[in-house]
């Protein structure tokens, strides 16, 4: 992803701020320490509560952060932090427990019961947002369910983790301390409630229409949508919106989908691509025309500089081609002469979406087209196999350092694509990624 170093890093350094802040706050006034593995137990819980209340600002779609990291970079932080936060904060009790075993009667119903209760909740909690986040699918939940759950797992830990703390009262005793760590969790519980019902509120004068629900090569279907009643959406190819569809925009059923029409036809038309592949995803050849939609975006920075003389390199593996479409239409649409190389990578030559519009834009683009595939016909004389640094000797320019790469596909394959590209000498920073396996 595209972003200034300076200011990433000061979001880092904001975001690690915040994260010790409760912390800071519990050792002030002369708390008299009770030996080294209880505090450091004692400094993990907070830290972890604090990361657990942090997590909506990485998954709350503020431009304002993403433009430092791009928003599928913060949610890929946000997925793998979550397991460090998980950690920290049940490594707390075990640590404490092993340290001095008298602090077990927290757990002991018969001392307290509703202590007892809630924080074993919060213990089966922890697990089971680790576990359905990390194999949703083996859970059979599909993504509407998991993020209701998600959602209401993280609010019930970060709610009974902010009560224990003050129940117990050791370290924010005084008025001042308690006051600063409600507000900070009432601060992170604001950015759910912002992004799950103020953002809908004002999105709910803001429909769109579909228009078109068509069939593409590749077993794909396009969505075409207009705006209804207003001045639509403008964005940048490669672009991605938070689609959901139907009547009201107050839906678990939100996903998120790259733009495939050109940026020159916005704000007029808007279209999204979409393969049949689970969840939501399978039922869009049923969506009728016609039926309402609402949109919130654009996001991301997966976008090719304005400069015609900057190269453009696109490696895309099956639906991972939609963003880059947006990127061909709209630098056919606006005659740019720069030079782009396509890498293609697909099972099989029926499975290769836009087929026949690529081979169109060979000639409007200076573009150059390498279909790879796994299962090619007897007769087929191009690339085959799967993605390797072999290959990308074979088919990228010689002047590899001056292009600009676009990688965007399954995760085995965009691993192998930017360790491969960072070996042959392509510097970090001109390798942008977009992952469609956020969740």
């Known amino acids: 992803m595209k972003y200034g170093l300076g200011r990433a890093v000061f979001w880092a350094l904001s975001y690690l701020a915040l994260v010790l802040a409760p912390l800071a706050v519990a050792y002030q006034g002369g708390i008299e320490p009770r030996g080294f593995w209880i ?4 400094a993990l819980g907070f830290v972890g509560l604090a990361m657990f209340g942090w997590q909506f600002v990485l998954t709350g779609r503020f431009r304002r952060f993403g433009a430092s990291f791009g928003l599928d970079s913060m949610l890929q932080y946000h997925r793998q ?45 922890l697990l089971l947002l680790m576990a359905t986040s990390l194999w949703r699918l083996s859970f059979g939940l599909s993504y509407e369910r998991w993020r209701l759950l998600h959602g209401v797992l993280a609010f019930f830990v970060l709610l009974v983790g902010v009560a224990h703390v003050i129940q117990v009262g050791y370290y924010i005793s005084a008025p001042w301390k308690q006051v600063t760590v409600v507000g900070m969790s009432a601060a992170a519980v604001f950015l759910l ?24 090569q590749g077993e794909a279907w396009t969505l075409s949508l207009v705006p209804d009643g207003h001045e639509g959406m403008r964005f940048r190819p490669g672009q991605f919106a938070w689609l959901t569809l139907g009547p ?5 059923q939100q996903n998120p989908y790259s733009f495939s029409s050109s940026a020159e036809a916005a704000p ?18 049923e969506v ?31 639906v991972g081609i939609t963003p880059m479409v947006s990127m061909l239409r709209t630098l056919a649409d606006r005659a740019d002469e720069r030079e782009c190389l396509l890498i293609y990578l697909n099972v099989a030559l029926d499975q290769v979406i836009f087929l026949t519009e690529l081979e169109g834009l060979k000639e409007r683009l200076n573009l150059t ?28 320019p010689e002047d590899r350092a001056g ?8 995760k085995p394959m965009m691993d192998i694509a930017e360790t491969s590209l960072i070996e042959l000498g392509v510097p970090q920073r001109q390798i942008l990624t977009e992952r469609f396996d956020m969740v």
């Open 39 to 42: 505090e450091f137990s004692v």
């Open 81 to 125: 932090i979550a397991i460090v936060a998980v950690g920290f904060v049940l490594a707390h009790p075990v640590i404490l427990f092993a340290a001095d075993p008298t602090y077990l009667e927290y757990l002991d119903p018969r001392v307290n019961l509703m202590r007892a209760l809630a924080l074993a909740g919060v213990l089966g909690a």
């Open 193 to 216: 409630v912002n992004t799950r019902f103020v953002r809908p509120w004002r999105n709910r004068r803001r429909p769109w229409r579909v228009q078109e629900v068509r069939p593409e």
């Open 248 to 252: 009201t925009p107050f839906s678990m």
């Open 268 to 285: 007029e038309v808007i279209e999204f691509t979409v393969k049949p592949e689970g969840d939501f995803s399978s039922t869009v050849s």
């Open 288 to 318: 009728e025309e016609g039926s309402t939609a609402f949109l919130e975006g654009p996001f991301g920075y997966f976008v090719p500089e304005s400069d015609p003389g900057q190269g453009s390199v696109m490696i895309a593996g099956g």
């Open 369 to 396: 087209v390498v279909h790879v595939l796994e299962e090619p016909p007897e007769d087929w004389e191009g690339e085959t196999g799967l993605l390797d640094k072999e290959l990308l000797v074979r088919t990228l």
């Open 403 to 410: 292009q600009e790469y676009f990688v965007c596909g399954p």
